[in-house]
Nanobody, 120 residues
Framework: QVQLVESGGGSVQAGGSLRLSCAAS?????MGWFRQAPGTEREGVAR????????YYRDSVKGRFTISRDKAKSSVYLQMNSLKPEDTAMYYC????????????????WGQGTQVTVSS
């Protein structure tokens, strides 16, 4: 069983930055960040292959967000710059050891979420 705990969310103005952290009881092969706004489906934001460091980002956050991991600390981070109001959502850390695609159903372990609110 893997426990994930997110932190670092908050309220910022558009153009601001936040860094989300996810502390894992143990790191898995693939770590990712998802987000969900009210009335919407959960969507993938970024993921990282922990061994290689290979990353993937959804188009809307490319160039603004950076996912990273620290294997020694069993942690994953999401640096969010140039935040926009449309980034407002609950952000979830997720993990899996068996990966096929970057969709919520492919991730077995989930954190409780941390709220990110971006005002205009």
């Amino acid at each position: 069983q893997v426990q994930l705990v997110e932190s670092g969310g908050g309220s910022v103005q558009a153009g601001g930055s936040l860094r989300l952290s996810c502390a894992a009881s143990s790191i898995t092969n693939v770590m990712g960040w998802f987000r969900q706004a009210p009335g919407t489906e959960r969507e993938g934001v970024a993921r990282i292959f922990t061994a290689s460091g290979n990353t993937y980002y959804r188009d809307s956050v490319k160039g603004r967000f950076t996912i990273s991991r620290d294997k020694a600390k069993s942690s994953v981070y999401l640096q969010m710059n140039s935040l926009k109001p449309e980034d407002t959502a609950m952000y979830y850390c997720a993990a899996t050891n068996i990966y096929s695609s970057f969709v919520p159903d492919n991730f077995r372990y989930w954190g409780q979420g941390t709220q990110v609110t971006v005002s205009s």
